[in-house]
């Protein structure tokens, strides 16, 4: 069954988008030593929307694979590298001194590319890229939903691991993540795989929950929501010690597991108006994604972050990121049309 546009999962883009722009722009205010605990437990529920995003793309992914056949790989590889290029650049160009490139030594370079420094958030499109790899080398050979599965214990066993390695290894467990130490599990190939995966498995199957499906799906979400942010509520005196060690990287499996129980939620033919409206700006979502961390640093510049407090500033840097979106997204479609077809106006997927 061909994944064609659906007004839910464009209105779940707009919603990951304004998550993930919350919890950078709320992170901007605090350090990981600084962070009350009721705004770090915000901040992560926020960072749902990244997991969400692997699972709308692979939705889509299988889509392009029946519509285009082996044609959707270079479409979707030439897209992603190309906005990712070019906002790359940008935010080389607007966050960081060119004179940064004379003293960088090879780990600052490499952080840089891979991970989109000085605008963290580009990490997404290499890791994109990676997982549309994969999920093209098994598409069609009925593994999509055993390697989805195989995807998401390996992550739960690598968290599970890392949790337990800096008790037994101390300080040196840092070298096995030398770029971000901490969260090392949260942007590794399985995770962003399991999350793809699953939204491709799903569109295989065309899978359409009926009612009572949404609903549990729906309640499954919210529950992993709320679970992450609850557990960031509680005193850590009275959290296990285990659990109070590892308490990120738990949290990460169950938002993880919340946002996709959303995405298949989504995938229910039925939709309301509230969700027709937002739709509208599903386009949108990459955009701001892309936009956001150049627009935080130029406020930033512009006006102290001290003199807005961090609700104001939140609101500014949506409203500054979806304008500047608008305007992104209409020069990459009459770009993609030129380039494309350069004699037939056409708009970019």
Known sequence: MTAERNRNIDALRVVA???VLWSHSLNAFYSSYEWPRLLAGLILVGRAGVPFFFFAAGWAYSG???????????????QLAGIFAAAWLFSMAAGQPW?????AGV?????????????GPLWFFPALIGATLV????????????????????FLAGVIITALLPGIMG?????????????VLYRTAVYWCGAYLTGMALAERGFAPDGRQTLALVLAGVTGLAITLAMYLVPVALLPRWLAGSLTSIAVCV???GATSLGAAALTPRSGRLVELVAKAGPLALWVYVVHPVV??????LFPTASWGPWLYTLAVAAVSFAAATVGLSAWRLLYSVAVHPTRPRTAP
């Open 64 to 78: 392009s694979l029946e519509r285009h056949g082996n044609r959707a790989l270079r479409r979707r590889v030439l």
């Open 99 to 103: 004179s940064w490139w004379s003293t």
């Open 296 to 301: 935080m640093t130029w406020l930033t510049r």
């Open 255 to 257: 938002y993880s597991a």
């Open 135 to 154: 999920g093209h080398a098994i598409a069609g050979r009925g593994m999509t939903g055993a390697a989805a599965v195989l995807a998401w214990v390996a």
């Open 107 to 119: 780990r600052d370079i490499l952080a840089a590319v891979f991970y989109g420094m000085p605008a």
């Open 17 to 19: 988008a304004v998550g």
């Open 171 to 183: 300080d040196k467990a840092a070298l096995l993540n030398p770029l971000t130490p901490g969260i």
